[in-house]
């Protein structure tokens, strides 16, 4: 057998490695944290790395997970070899085709990284609740706690799916093993091959379909025989467990690593016993190793095979002096006897001794509790309050342990700072800015520390669920000892911050354990940095008596060209203090892992890493700590003092990573929260914001509208409102005739910019006698910021304009709404968030807004703080996000309640007219609410009616006020990216506009699944690379519009806000307005495009003067009157297509990997553009009118 | 037909034709073309030493962006296998037309840093290019730095690049020297063993409208032969180098002109890109007739025969030609 090597690599990684090499055909779809399995699955094709029978294996993109079963579905009813990769609402997706492929006993294994399932919120993070929910499909359940576990257990299943027949679902945790680092041991191909049988492949193949020996399968069956087939597959399930254990026996041999389907481990005279599995089981484990060395009597069993769940395996694995069993579920399930494994082991004992079969004479005692999920954390702590609870003589049951449940009080008191880990173990904290690249280091460090020495080697991190400015927390151990400590690190040894203001608001040193190493990027030098620490810090560090190293990262990246990434200067800063490799061959490791990491993308990127690391040392200092705290300053609260309880009670601690310790009490019942919650949370991550010159400015209100954040507002106001302007606020004559003798302002929201610089690039004004000064122009953040605050208090009381005194059609008017969509976590110059910012200014005070998962739901929705508001009336978007794949049906639901209670109130109405007045009744039905000021009228009918409804004892008056708003118009919105509405949603989406309901339908189309990290989508253009299409997208984009078109009575546009900002505007408010279903398809320039996000507006207008985005409306209305419904709203092309793709690394890079296939994709793409442009150009000079033969 | 073979950098060449370096040269199949068409020599475009550094940070910071920041994307492009970064891609040009054609291939090189220039240009030679074409030119905007400084540092560095490679080194000059045969006189020196005369800058245009500046790439015209002409003419003689003339060589006439003041070959691009390759044939008969007609026997006998140095009124080439040129104008034409 040949050496197997030792790897440093995440599981999703490890499980990809075997998947990949036991298939031929792979079906995948992107979701977190299951996406890398599928995008290493299509590296390796693109890469031509071949499978263990020497053939590169099939990975497609499906256009849903649901898709992705169906085609595997197919693939192994024919006959291949097969997997594919999924978590949370994709493996719901999956279940109908599961239970066929395990009705029809088809070898299958899918890898599944464990997730929560959107109930009360979505949740990316682990727990079982995705997987409990396909106990019952016929699938095996085979489960991972450990990265190595991961890598083992994935072959494992592949071999026995292959014997038994039974399709195997292979899970762990996701995030806390799909994304954890560890060093395990590589399998080698040999080892693979060994495993799996050349023979049982031979009779998968025969049972395939084929015209050669034709067979039926998929019949329909009757009440006479129905049952009986679906009992024919009891022999295959009651042999499964054994074939498992046989393969993880014969594993075992080959690689010496043992498993077995319930794995025992502690005292062999437990008295008491948790039963769990995934990566918890780890945890409890080594809990119970440090407890039984400490003399109690306690174990744990961890469930391998959890379906077919062998009763006979688990009892035998369980002491005879077992006397009370806790079982540890990771998912919840409301309204249940107890959660599933719960009832699976009370049953299984109850068999047991009902059958002789158990090890103990009596019924110990069972308690089940829930713990992890979303994870949540699950420490040796929570584990030792578990056993704690066993000794009781009335044991909670049905517990959660891990929270504070100050609701139904099932929760159990641990201790948080229980320690078991040896005290070899070297632990490691650092918290990164995303952009700085530090997690990237620390993955590399970890790789480097796990391949360079003896030591064992793990690394988890931990995200921001914002897009720019995010917070990264990495954690690192290594030691010599094996890792099995699947949790957070508490207590470091060593803890870095890389950004010095992080200090300012987050408890960092919280992390460092007495003596521990300090080590701070900061612009201060050793002997002045003191004075600049908050008194918390001061204290910390005198106290735990910490060595305090400092260094300027920023000053060092910028001398050797890195800019903000100071990853490798952190990265040589933690070996050179830590010593776990000496200096020189620390350096040398580093060094070779740059090269490694960044030798492909050219030696200049190679030279300035190497010159960043050469250049550290010198710059890297101790500081002598004082004996005495001397700050005269604190870390300042997470929210000012004027907040709303619930901000400060609730979303505060959330931004400051404690939102750990909230109790149940605190959280809303039914996932509702309140909106206008990220105005509070001032995050001051811009380093420069726009500065506003009024001399200069014609008042366009272009800045403002493609403001991705809405930090830049304009306001027109009465001149004696300047009276108790703050001295610096700056004010100029208005210039809007709707508003004579009025003075006009354009402020910027400080502390929420992210210094995108979006408004300076649109701004059209420029300085006559210095043309680079615009009327906005960037000036650094820290010194304007008390100034600004104040500024932006006061325009804020300054009153919105009334939304009746003007016409929105123009932009500049439109700009004076006030947006109902502000300071989103969105990336820097986001290209999405202006188009969902403009419906918010326009129709936001009676919007209802379905919102599809992906960037705009996360960006929209994400905790602690969410953009949507309110404006000062208290109206504003009542925002949701459903599903993914559901969401045009999910709004679709809002339309229709607004229509038939619209209706029945109209009904009601009508009734009850002579009570409530003819007139009053009579001005409501007739009402024409097509405008601002009609809607506005119609609200104050309405509430005039309530008023008198209250008055009116008829049982028909109650019912009409509580659906008396239904009388007023609402505007129903339906959001989402170019993945919902192009692949996984288009289903509802094509019938939702089929159905002729009034709804508007809004695209936010950035070519690929941003939110994912940038898979290919439908909508990816030909030539684009994406992940999933590796080698550039060889076909074109799939034309939404003319598809919405064909129906002819769906209005449809085609916009891009940067190439011309009132078309944008023209096709919302036609949209709006138009009282059938409405498209509109908005180009939004991405992060995933690889541009300079501030040249964002500028690759709109080449996107259209190239003619790869042509701009048009398609107005049903129009062919109402005889006209031809579409309109061409950009000119014939005037730059090739080539112009405007190589700004962009998605075009560009594969003319740097494969320039004959980008010349070739890219002629392509050029005659995409050109036949498109010219159908379209023929479809709006067909002739509408009629010739007057009807 | 007249005897149309010259020498340039010690390589024999069977005409005065030679590409310069432009897109033509981008793609073997380019060089093949200009081969068949008949250009004795190729010119390769310009190896940028600061495009290649630029690519390759653009790149790596596109990848990086937003990397390892969010937990549902922690990158947002696939890892490619390779991306041609490098020089490689323009080295293994160099190769495969060697392998391709048999008339010599000159590669061109634009360096910014010390190392670059040097390092770029072995392997330039290490591909197998039979000269090195070194492109300079520094646009100075910094009052404080002086000529002297910048010729020093041209200097410095075509005698580094020379002690480093054995192939013969030209230098392609910009007309903008205050004294150019003494700078011509120093590369020389310093071990150039041709000079090309002259660089065409791209010179940025300003859009009134957008109040942006724009860069504007302009194809040469006949009206631009001049300037070379003359200092062809000047330096012929007096420094020991071969020269090349390029900028505005569109006929025949011009590269006659062009051997007569003394170039050993010229250079052209801009003619081939407006009119396409059969113009190097074309040229080359018309040279053949004119010869002809005017009963030259060879290139050789011509290169030189009007430089300033042969020609009867040496100052013609200097301030006179001016004043003679103010005084042909009929001053009513300018009322």
């Not at chain 1, 006959?79 to 279940?95: K, R």
Request: proline fraction near 5%; aromatic fraction near 8%.
């Amino acid at each position: 057998m040949s050496n197997r090597q030792k790897i440093t690599l995440d599981g999703n990684e490890a499980v990809a490695r075997v998947a990949y090499r036991a298939s031929e055909v792979i079906a995948i779809y992107p979701i977190t944290p299951s996406s890398a399995m599928g995008e290493w699955s299509d590296e390796w094709m693109a890469k031509k790395v071949k499978n263990l029978w020497g053939t590169v294996p099939l990975v497609v993109e499906m256009q849903s997970e649901g898709g992705a079963a169906g085609a595997v579905h197919g693939a192994l009813q024919s006959g291949a070899l097969c997997t594919t990769f999924t978590a949370s609402q994709g493996l719901l997706l999956m279940i109908p085709n599961m239970y066929k492929i395990a009705g029809e006993l088809t070898p299958l294994v899918i890898h599944v990284s464990a997730r929560a399932l959107a109930a009360q919120a979505l949740s990316i993070f682990g727990d079982h609740s995705d997987v409990m929910s396909t106990r019952q499909t016929g699938f095996a359940l085979l489960a991972s706690r450990s990265v190595q576990e991961a890598h083992d257990m994935a072959l494992i299943a592949h071999a026995a799916t292959l014997e038994s027949r039974v399709p195997f679902l292979h899970f762990f945790d996701g995030f806390r093993t799909s994304h954890e680092v560890q060093k395990i041991e590589e399998l080698t191909e040999d080892d693979m091959r060994a495993m799996i049988s050349d023979e049982l492949i031979a009779e998968h193949r025969k049972r395939a379909l084929s015209p050669d020996h034709p067979v039926l399968r998929g019949t329909a069956q009757n009440p006479d025989v129905y049952f009986q087939g679906r009992e024919t597959v009891n022999p295959f399930y009651a042999r499964c467990p054994e074939i498992v254990q046989k393969t993880m026996d014969r594993f075992a041999q080959l690689t010496g690593r043992a498993y077995h389907l319930f794995e025992y481990a502690g005292a062999p005279d437990a008295e008491r016993v948790i039963i769990l599995m995934g990566s918890g089981a780890e945890t409890a484990e080594e809990t119970a190793k440090y407890l039984v060395n400490r003399g109690e009597k306690v174990g744990v069993v961890t469930v391998h095979l959890y379906r077919p769940f062998s009763a006979r395996h688990l009892l035998a694995a369980l002491p005879a002096t077992t006397r009370a069993i806790a079982v540890l579920d990771r998912t919840k399930e409301p309204g249940s006897a107890g959660e599933p494994l719960y009832q699976d082991v009370v049953t299984a004992i109850a068999e047991g001794l009902a059958g002789g079969f158990a090890p103990f004479k009596t019924m110990p005692t069972v308690i089940g509790g829930r713990y992890g999920l979303s994870s949540k954390e699950f420490t040796p702590g929570m584990v030792k309050a578990v056993f704690d609870e066993l000794q009781k003589n009335q044991p909670k049951n049905h517990f959660t342990v891990g929270i504070v449940d100050d609701v139904s009080f099932t929760s159990l008191e641990y201790d948080p700072d229980l320690e078991i880990l040896d005290s070899s173990t070297v632990q490691c904290v650092f918290f990164g800015l995303g952009s700085d690249g530090t997690v990237g280091a620390n993955k590399n460090s970890i790789k480097i520390i796990g391949e360079e020495t003896e030591n064992h080697a793990q690394g988890y991190f931990v995200y921001d669920s914002k897009k720019s400015g995010s917070v990264t927390i990495s954690h690192l151990r290594f030691g010599p000892k094996p890792l099995r400590a699947p949790y957070l690190i508490r207590q470091a040894d060593f803890v870095a911050c890389h950004q010095f203001s992080f200090l300012e608001r987050l408890d960092i040193t919280r992390y460092a354990k007495p003596g521990a190493v300090f080590l701070l990027n900061s612009i201060y030098g050793p002997d002045e940095v003191w004075d600049h620490l908050p008194r918390e810090v001061q204290k910390d560090i005198i106290e735990k008596k910490l060595k305090f190293y400092v260094i300027d990262a920023y000053e060092v990246a910028n001398r050797t060209g890195m800019g903000q990434r100071i990853n490798t200067i952190m990265q040589t800063c933690f070996f050179a203090i830590s010593g776990v490799l000496p200096r020189d061959q620390a350096i040398a490791e580093i060094k070779k892992s740059i090269e490694k990491t960044y030798g492909r993308r050219g030696e200049a990127v190679v030279q300035k890493n190497f010159e960043a690391v050469d250049h550290t040392l010198a710059n890297l200092y101790e500081v002598k700590v004082p004996d005495q705290v001397t700050s005269t300053f604190s870390r300042r609260p997470a929210v000012g003092p004027d907040v709303p309880e619930f901000v400060r009670e609730v979303l505060a601690p959330m931004m400051v990573f404690e939102g750990d310790n909230l109790p149940v009490s605190a959280m809303p019942v039914d996932g509702t929260f309140p909106t206008g919650t990220a105005q509070y949370e001032k995050r001051n991550i811009a380093l420069e914001i726009p500065v506003w010159e009024p001399d200069l400015c014609i008042q366009c209100g272009k800045c403002v509208m493609v403001c991705p954040h809405a930090v830049i507002r304009m306001k027109v106001y009465e001149p004696e409102l300047l009276a108790n302007a703050p001295a610096t606020f700056k004010s100029t004559d208005a210039k809007f005739k709707e508003f004579p003798n009025s003075k006009f302002t354009i402020q910027v929201a400080p502390e929420d910019c992210t210094g995108c610089a979006l408004c300076v690039e649109a701004c059209p004004a420029k300085d006559k006698t210095q043309v680079g000064r615009k009327a906005i122009n960037m000036a650094p953040q820290p010194p304007l910021r008390e100034q600004e605050r104040e500024n932006w208090n006061f325009f804020l009381s300054l009153p919105d304009v009334d939304p009746t005194a003007i016409s929105p059609t123009t932009v500049k008017n439109s700009q004076l709404l006030r947006p109902l969509f502000e300071f989103s976590g969105a990336c820097a110059g986001c290209g999405e968030t202006p188009y969902v910012k403009l419906l918010s200014q326009l129709f936001g005070d009676r919007a209802v807004i379905a919102n599809a998962t992906g960037c705009s739901s996360i960006y929209g929705g994400n905790l602690p703080t969410t953009p949507w508001t309110k404006n000062a009336e208290g109206r504003g978007p009542a925002w949701s996000n459903s599903l993914f794949e559901d969401n045009a049906e999910f709004g679709f639901g809002f339309r229709l309640t607004i229509d038939k209670l619209n209706e029945y109130a109209r009904e009601l109405l009508a009734d009850l007219s002579g009570l409530v007045g003819n007139d009053l009744s009579a001005a409501i039905l007739e009402a024409d609410q097509s405008t601002e000021a009609g809607i506005r009228e119609q609200r104050k009918r309405v509430a005039a009616l309530k008023e008198i409804l209250k008055g009116i004892k008829d049982p028909r008056a109650f019912n009409l006020l509580n659906v008396a708003d239904y009388l007023v118009r609402k505007s129903v919105w339906i959001v989402g990216g170019d993945g919902w509405a192009y692949d996984i949603g288009y289903g509802g989406l094509d019938h939702v506009l089929a159905s002729g309901r009034n709804v508007n339908i809004l695209v936010l189309d950035t070519e690929v699944y941003s939110n994912t990290g940038g898979q290919a989508s439908k909508s990816t253009p030909r030539a684009a690379v994406a992940k999933f299409a590796m080698s550039g997208k060889g076909l074109p984009k799939k034309d939404l519009g003319m598809i919405a078109m064909s129906y002819g009575y769906v209005y449809v546009a085609r916009v891009a806000m940067g190439a011309n900002d009132q078309q944008t505007l023209r096709a919302f408010l036609e949209a709006d307005a138009y009282e059938g279903p409405s498209l509109i398809i908005a180009y939004s320039h991405c992060i995933a495009h690889g541009i300079d996000m501030r040249k964002g507006l500028d690759q709109q207008k080449l996107a259209v003067n190239s003619g790869i985005w042509p701009m048009y409306r398609y107005n049903p209305m129009l062919a109402l009157e005889g006209k031809n419904p579409l309109i061409i709203d950009s000119k014939d092309p005037t730059v090739d297509v080539q112009e405007y793709a190589y700004n962009e690394t998605r075009y560009r890079m594969l003319v740097q990997a494969d320039e004959a296939r980008a010349e070739m994709l890219m002629q392509q793409a050029r005659e995409d553009a050109r036949k498109r442009w010219e159908l379209y150009k023929q479809m709006a000079s067909i002739q509408y009118k009629s010739n007057g033969n009807d | 037909m007249a005897d149309l073979t010259t020498t340039y950098l010690g390589l024999t060449l069977k005409n005065p034709v030679v590409a310069s370096a432009s897109p033509l040269s981008k793609k073997l199949e380019g060089i093949r073309r200009l081969e068949e068409a008949g250009a004795a020599a190729v010119v390769m475009y310009s190896l940028f030493e600061e495009q290649i550094t630029h690519e390759s940070l653009a790149l790596d910071h596109f990848l990086n962006r937003g990397t390892e920041s969010f937990a549902e994307a922690l990158s947002y492009f696939p890892d490619l296998e390779n991306y041609n970064v490098g020089p490689e891609e323009y080295l293994n040009l160099i190769r495969r037309a060697k392998e391709a054609v048999n008339i010599p291939i000159i590669g061109s090189l634009n360096g910014v840093s010390a190392g670059g220039w040097v390092d770029y240009a072995c392997k330039i030679e290490e591909a197998g290019a039979d000269a090195l074409e070194l492109n300079m030119y520094y646009i100075p905007t910094d009052p404080d730095i002086t000529a002297q400084e910048l010729e020093q540092n041209y200097v410095d560095l075509v005698s580094e690049v020379c002690s480093r490679v054995s192939i013969p080194v030209a230098v392609k000059l910009s007309p903008f020297f205050t004294a150019l045969p003494n700078m011509a006189k120093r590369l020389a020196g310093a071990g150039a063993k041709g000079l090309v005369l002259f660089n065409r800058f791209i010179q940025p245009d300003l859009d009134i409208e957008t109040l942006e500046v724009v860069p504007a790439l302009q194809l040469s015209t006949p009206a631009e032969l001049r300037l070379p002409l003359r200092w062809v003419a000047i330096l012929y003689g007096r420094v020991p180098c071969d020269l090349a003339l390029t900028s505005g060589v569109h006929d025949a006439q011009a590269v006659l002109k062009a051997m007569m003041a003394g170039a050993r070959v010229t250079m052209l691009a801009s003619e081939l890109l407006q009119n396409g390759l059969k113009r190097i044939e074309e040229i080359l008969a018309d040279m053949n007739a004119w010869m002809d007609t005017f009963e030259y026997e060879s290139v050789r006998q011509m290169q030189g025969s009007m430089s300033q140095k042969a020609v009867a009124e040496p100052a013609a080439f200097e301030r006179a030609n001016y004043l003679k040129a103010l005084q042909t104008f009929d001053n009513k034409k300018l009322y």
